[in-house]
């Protein structure tokens, strides 16, 4: 297996975000890299033992996977044991900058209630563990076009693994309003908090939860309704006015800003809607808190 150097884990973060790609070899030095879920797509080749956890569904794997995560679709790895393998992370817009990759991102590998987790043969491992090593090294070159080559590499790990047969690891999976309405909550809570003005929510209506999940809105509606006792729109709008108060009370962002930050085109349109739902005033709520 190729080495890779040491990569301390905030300058491993700030070159991701630069970039937006980075591609590693999975050792104990590199298996702690942290990144931002949110913004990251990976695809990750693993020998081993692990325990996945993809939205509601757990995977047990052992001996050699390839994983898919969605930034999208909350998911955790559990390691059981561990000896190989390789990683990249890549953001929507690196990989879409290639015309053909719209149709991959929507692919069975990263839809919810897809397959994340193919199961390879040694035969498998060797020639995918090969175009990593590709990408690896191309990173790190000077070739002019190398963003476009690494993106070829992604497209090729991509459809060699939708020609492969799924995993028959397959799990149980549960009351389908129930499984609909924990992914909503997950992907509502990952939006938050919010950091950067200059990054507001992407997802701020049921519609927009609907589309992001593959379902019609009003099967998302009815689920969360049946499951929780309370609409898709309140869940929202309450996580809304919760993060509103947060970023009054602890930040000295404008109001202006709070409000693009939490996906309102104008103040106005922010402060009525804060004011309908707490009966305060943005201002009232800041003037509070100094």
């Known amino acids: 297996m190729n080495k890779?150097?040491?990569?301390?884990?905030?300058?491993f973060n700030a070159e991701l975000k630069l970039t937006g790609f980075k591609a590693y070899s999975v050792d104990d030095k590199s298996a702690g890299h942290s990144y931002n879920r949110k913004d990251f797509y990976k695809i990750s080749l693993n020998t081993g033992q692990y325990s996945f956890h993809y939205a509601d569904r757990s995977f047990e794997t052992q001996d050699t996977i390839l994983f898919f995560g969605n930034p999208r679709i909350p998911y955790s790895c559990e390691v059981i044991s561990q000896t190989d393998g390789y990683a990249c992370l890549f953001?929507?817009?690196?990989?879409?900058?290639?015309?053909?990759?719209?149709?991959?991102?929507?692919?069975?590998?990263?839809k919810l209630g897809g397959t994340p987790i193919l199961q390879l043969n040694p035969g498998q491992k060797a020639s995918i563990a090969a175009i990593y090593q590709k990408m690896i090294a191309e990173q790190d070159a000077d070739y002019l076009y190398k963003d476009e080559l690494i993106?070829?590499?992604?497209?090729l790990l991509i459809h060699e693994a939708l020609k492969m047969q799924p995993s028959e690891n397959t799990p149980e999976h549960k009351n389908a309003a129930v499984r609909i309405t924990s992914v909503f909550l997950e992907l509502l809570e990952r939006q938050f908090p919010i950091e950067n003005p200059d990054r507001p929510l992407q997802l701020k209506t049921a519609q927009d939860f609907a589309q992001q999940l593959a379902v019609h809105v009003n099967h998302l509606n009815s689920s969360v309704k049946a499951v929780t006792g309370k609409p898709t729109t309140d869940h929202i709008a309450d996580r809304?006015?919760?993060?509103?108060?947060?970023?009054?009370?602890h930040t000295d962002w404008n109001i202006a800003?709070?409000?693009?930050?939490?996906?309102?085109?104008?103040?106005?349109?922010?402060?009525?809607?804060?004011?309908?739902?707490?009966?305060?005033?943005?201002?009232?709520?800041?003037t509070a808190s100094l």
Do not use: C
């Open 257 to 286: 800003d709070i409000a693009y930050a939490l996906g309102f085109d104008y103040p106005t349109y922010f402060n009525n809607f804060f004011k309908k739902k707490t009966g305060h005033t943005p201002k009232s709520i800041r």
């Open 240 to 249: 809304i006015i919760s993060e509103a108060k947060a970023l009054l009370q």
């Open 151 to 155: 993106r070829n590499y992604i497209s």
């Open 91 to 110: 953001t929507e817009d690196f990989l879409k900058l290639s015309d053909r990759s719209e149709s991959l991102l929507h692919s069975p590998l990263f």
């Open 4 to 11: 890779v150097k040491s990569i301390n884990p905030s300058d």
